[in-house]
């Protein structure tokens, strides 16, 4: 098995005119809206099942029950304040990306790490909550298993949130700023979205989609740990209730950087 090596996307190259600072809107009733459930089907759900979508890349459906999912919304609504708080990171050629980023443990903002929010305040990066370490830790275990290498040797240092308001999308890339060769665990919250992967050497199709639900868990790692990948749909309004989140979806990907 080979695996690629970590890209440097114009090579660190980054936007002098920095993020701009998002404020989360208060949760309101209206941002959980009540649903009827339907009293009858006419067809008959397929369950969903753990696959391996790619060589190394593992979809566990449902993963996180409603408890744990509310607990990882109130969370991100703490993580989203100032300082370092909730941005919208913007790229070196000075497009505003359409997601809202906070990050803990590393800041990273296109195309580079650090311990301080350099494209907003400056101020010093969040720590990464040891209930989230934990967290991604079990993920890799459910994803390989408990005694595969990659869960045994798992050190997550890393988190990168992102926050989907309604039309907001991730074009194809790569997380190629990590030395690190070990897998990225991605947690899904809200509404559902369209997963979008291609390949280790190409962003072109064809690609693999999976749909991420509330609750969902997504493992790239080994052969594919650096597979092009992006979110081309979230579909609003089919969060669950009661989740405490602002309308969309809300993406926690943790990950070992190799940085010291």
Known sequence: MTISSPTTR????????????????????????????????????PRRVVRELLPGVVHVPDWLDADAQRGLADEFRSWALPPAGLRHPRVPTGHLMTVQSVCLGWHWHPYAYSKTADDTDGAPVKPLPEPVRRLARAAVADAYGADSPDAVSYAPDAAIVNLYPPGARLGLHQDGEEPSDAPVVTI?????CTFRLAGVGRRIGPFTDVELRSGDLLVLGRANRRVYHGVPKVISGTAPDGLGLAPGRLSITVRETGLS
Do not use: N, Y
Request: hydrophobic share 30%.
């Open 10 to 45: 114009r090579r660190g190259a980054t936007s002098r005119r920095g993020g701009e600072p998002v404020t989360l809107p208060p949760i309101t009733a209206s941002s959980s809206p009540t649903r009827q459930m339907a009293l009858t089907f006419t067809t008959a759900v």
């Open 188 to 192: 899904s919250l809200g509404d559902t």
